[in-house]
């Protein structure tokens, strides 16, 4: 079984600055995607980024930006000049690479709460 | 297009009674999945359908829950019996998941509110 590791529940930046969330998985998979989900107070999940693993680049969504250490089972997301708008719960998903009709279910991490400050 | 649309979008019930909740997938998305976030958690997978087939109902917490889908459209939540530890929103995910390709992005709606007094 997957398990994703989100350790800050809460962290807090200042408008315009840089902000980076963590998050670590543990899996025995080899080919699988990352993903990272912004969740506002609208509930509604929103797709930030995402990131293949068998690709070394790491991806790049405008000013939001991951650190992808496939050995280290490291993700982290970067947010460079924070808006307002960004204040929203963060969640770290992971999901198995499958050729077969079987579940792609997503294994999202417990969230990080970010608060962009004026 | 329009997105996952969810309905109702908040749910108050008594313990014991029936509830039913819906998801309108993204048109033409073949996969649908089910979730369920326990306030201030992350989110835990109930079931997938592929089509109107669940492959995996893994998630499926009780035997109180169900899931149904009418091809690849609407898919109706059940959960009788409420009880209070059933409390939490419900989100609905579609993707654009082709048999033999490699996994596609998941979208999800607005989700539902339940609360079981």
């Known amino acids: 079984a997957q398990t994703v590791t989100q350790s800050q529940p809460e962290m807090s930046v200042q408008e315009a600055e840089t902000v980076t969330l963590s998050c670590t998985y543990d899996?025995?998979?080899?080919?699988?995607?990352l993903f990272w989900y912004k969740q506002p107070p609208s509930r509604q999940m929103i797709l930030v980024i995402r990131q293949e693993a068998y690709k070394q680049q790491n991806a790049t969504e405008n000013r939001f930006s991951v650190n992808f250490q496939k050995a280290a089972k490291s993700f982290s997301l970067k947010i460079s000049d924070s808006q307002l708008g960004d204040t929203a719960m963060y969640f770290c998903?992971?999901?198995?690479?499958?050729?077969?009709?079987?579940?792609?279910?997503?294994?999202f991490g417990s969230g990080t709460q970010l608060t962009v400050l004026p | 297009g329009a997105g996952v649309s969810q309905s109702p979008s908040n749910k108050v019930t008594e313990k014991g009674k029936d509830v039913e909740l819906r998801c309108d997938p993204i048109s033409g998305h073949t996969a649908l999945y089910w979730y369920r976030q326990r306030l201030g958690q992350g989110l835990e997978f109930l079931i997938y359908?592929?089509?109107?087939?669940?492959?995996?109902k893994s998630g499926l917490p009780s035997d109180r829950f169900s899931a149904e889908r009418t091809g690849e459209s609407v898919s109706t939540l059940t959960i009788q019996r409420t009880q209070q530890e059933d409390s939490a929103v419900y989100l609905c995910?579609?993707?654009?998941?082709?048999?033999?390709?490699?996994?596609?992005?998941?979208?999800f709606g607005p989700g539902t509110r339940l609360t079981v007094l």
């Open positions: 995910a579609s993707s654009l998941e082709v048999v033999g390709s490699w996994a596609d992005t998941q979208y």
């Open positions: 359908f592929q089509g109107n087939s669940a492959p995996d």
């Open positions: 998903a992971f999901m198995k690479a499958l050729r077969l009709a079987s579940a792609r279910q997503l294994t």
């Open positions: 899996t025995s998979e080899n080919n699988y995607y």
